[in-house]
């Protein structure tokens, strides 16, 4: 199945890296292998402090490594654990660097690329939230162009509905749960493409200013059952619920209970299907 066309970037030759942004993580595939790694970005003065090093030619920057990981379980407060979900600011304070919004976006996929280690063409297919629109979008290509790559950028439902494909179900409502909120995206597959007719947000109950009942996941439910609703095919015709992310079991286990056919997607699978999405990238 093909997406719709985004407009971006004109396609190169060579198989293609794919990352995924979505649900607070980094997931990144190859033609031949995929992996999970960590998004978690610090400034190589923090990293320098706690394990000696220098800092480089040039001066501070933001970092996006192992060694990151490392000094994030001894000193979280230091670091950025959810760069992506800042796509919509200019500058981002970090551990008391003020850092421009490219660099920050340029870090995550930057560690993607060496993970690769050059077994790629010179085109990415950059997995982004379901609920970005242009200018988030641009930003993120704006980044990876600058490290060298032609971008390809896919909505990350469109992938969690190809992630399944021997479904015959012909709506596919895509869950994707990150760190601060959950977005709901309404999918159909028709004629071989799949097209996201819309799209839901539920935020994240913030523990620290309210006390009250945690109802997110029926809020998640609601937001499913309205988007539905919206559309009366989908909304009689045979739908799945395709979920993944931080409250994928809770949601499916809710699912379960209305009735309504889902499944929780491994963290691997829409990365891995992306590049199909693009096979002449």
Known sequence: ???????????????????????????VASHTTSAVLSPIVAPVSVLAEVDGSALPPGGDRLECSERVEATAARFPDRCLPDPVSYAHRDRVDVAGLSVPVSELL?????????????????????????????????RLAAAAHGLGVTPRVVRGALVTAEALPSSSARWAVCVESCRSRTTIGLVERTRGELTLL????????????????????PRILEAIAALRRGRREAGAGSTEVLVRGRVAEQVVDACDRSRLLSFVVPALAPVEVAPHLYPDA
């Not at 997406?3 to 030759?13: E, V, W």
């Not at 990352?19 to 607070?24: E, F």
């Not at 690769?116 to 242009?134: C, E, K, N, Q, Y």
């Open 198 to 217: 819309d799209r839901a947000v539920v935020h994240r109950q913030d523990p620290s200013r309210d006390t009250s009942r945690d109802d997110e996941v």
């Open 1 to 27: 199945m093909t997406p719709s066309p985004d407009g971006f970037a004109a396609r190169r030759p060579g198989p293609p890296l794919a990352v995924d942004l979505t649900c607070s993580a980094l997931a």
């Open 106 to 138: 340029a870090a995550p996929v930057s560690r993607a690329l060496r993970w690769a280690g050059g077994r790629h063409g010179d085109t990415i297919v950059l997995v982004v939230p379901s609920d970005w629109g242009m200018s988030r979008t641009s």
